[in-house]
């Protein structure tokens, strides 16, 4: 339904609530002279859109009305120290555009979330902020969150991080004895079913580029590989690297855009929804799964490692990287998996588990140190361990071992790039670093001491530049 808007035909009616005084025709005439706008003059704006932008550019809320924003920083840019160094956070807050130089500030400083460690009560002063000294004596993050309550009584959080010696955590608990064995065994189940390919062409308006609707079977009884898979037209054989993009948390449609734009820049490129459903389908159709057979997908089968609902996730994973690399084109030496948060964890997973990926990149991974409550740490995404007369369910720690984005990356040899948030309360940085502290090939991390869960472009800009320049080192070529 369209909003209606009163056309004023009248500029000499107030158009403002009974109770506002000042003659309101002559301050608007003077704002509009003020402002430049004059030529206009009030009787000749017909279109009230118009006339409303207009004058809601004129008025100047009171300080009351300014939204209030705080901020957190530490005394060091990149937040980093080392095991028994000393941070100081500085609390500073803003209403609009000016400083807040009063205010109640509320914090509480945690070792990364899981224990607090002191809290107090302060106020701001002056413009300075408010500041909280700590320290860690082992390796980890520490976690400010400031609440501070504005001029109108209104209270907003914010949080802080810090790391120390966070190249030294390490995993909360080693990997199975048969882990290997587990997954080999999986391996080989996947190998028997016939990779039978259900495949419809996308129609595209952008020229040069094939895409495809694509389904293949991988289990028996599991839900297929369901992606759009995208790839420069008449390409020849043995010439493309590929790149397989795997989905965040939720219940979704691949992206035929994703998949374009890998093919835009050379790639056999495939983007796959993370539970084998169907593309290209209303939004309505992803909330009845999400509501119905989906439904907390993400604690399914958590007491058993072959019911554990992330086992079907990861046998998917493997049969798309095989449709990948048997298409004609593959040059046989790129196969890179791209995601972010539940798509860093099938990143991580991809590289443990198939000797033919060369390259991950995973944002904020989640799915990682399952285990994380064992050393007193907060587990990652999807906090898949429930906690039954105050302590961890054993079956289920067992059977998230078999699923830990940390065992896989201690079997991952390709050249990774990760993301880490120093405030991420989703995916904490501990357990992110629990899992790139293990990876055996080429690494690199990019700390964003102030970002959260999030997947910003810069972030995703960086994987992109890192894949390319990595596809230059793989295949000998020169870059462009």
Known sequence: ?????????????????????????????????????????????????????????????????????????????????????????????????????RGDVHWVLSRGGYETLSRGNGSLEGGKGFQVKGSLGGPGFLLLTATVTGTDGKKVSAFGGAGFSPLEIEPSMDAPADFDEFWAAQKAALAEIPMEVESESEKTAEEGIEAYDVKIQCEKEGAPVSGYFAKPEKAAANSLPAVLFVHGAGVRSSSLSTAMSGARDGFLSMDINAHGSENGKPAEFYEDLKAGSLKNYTHMGRGSRDDIYFRGMFVRLMRAIDFLTSQPEWDGQVMAVVGHSQGGLQALVAGGLDERVTFIASGVPAGCDHTGMMVNRISGWPKIVPIVDGKPDPK?????????????????????????????RTCP????????????????????????????????????????????????????
């Open 1 to 101: 339904m369209m909003s209606r808007v009163t056309r004023i035909d009248d500029p000499e009616k107030s158009i403002f609530p009974t109770g506002v005084s000042g003659d309101v025709p002559n301050i608007l005439r003077a704002n509009f002279r003020h402002s430049g706008l004059d030529r206009c003059r009030m009787k000749s704006i017909v279109n009230p859109v118009q006339f409303l932008l207009a004058l809601c550019s004129l008025i100047v809320l009171p300080d009351s009305f300014a939204a209030l924003t705080v901020d957190v920083s530490t005394d060091r840019e990149e937040a980093l120290y080392e095991k028994g160094d000393e941070v100081t956070f500085t609390v500073t807050a803003k209403e609009g555009d000016k400083n807040l130089d």
């Open 429 to 480: 940085p501990t357990s992110v670093y629990a899992a790139y502290n293990v990876l055996a090939g080429k690494k690199e991390m990019i700390n964003e001491p102030k970002m959260g869960h999030a997947r910003p472009k810069p972030v995703e800009e960086a994987f992109w530049d890192a894949l390319k320049a990595h596809v230059v080192a793989t295949k000998g070529v020169v870059a462009p």
């Open 396 to 424: 289920v720690i067992e059977a998230s071992r078999y699923i830990d984005a940390v065992n896989f990356a201690r079997r991952c040899k390709a050249e990774a790039i990760l993301s880490v948030g120093f405030i991420d």
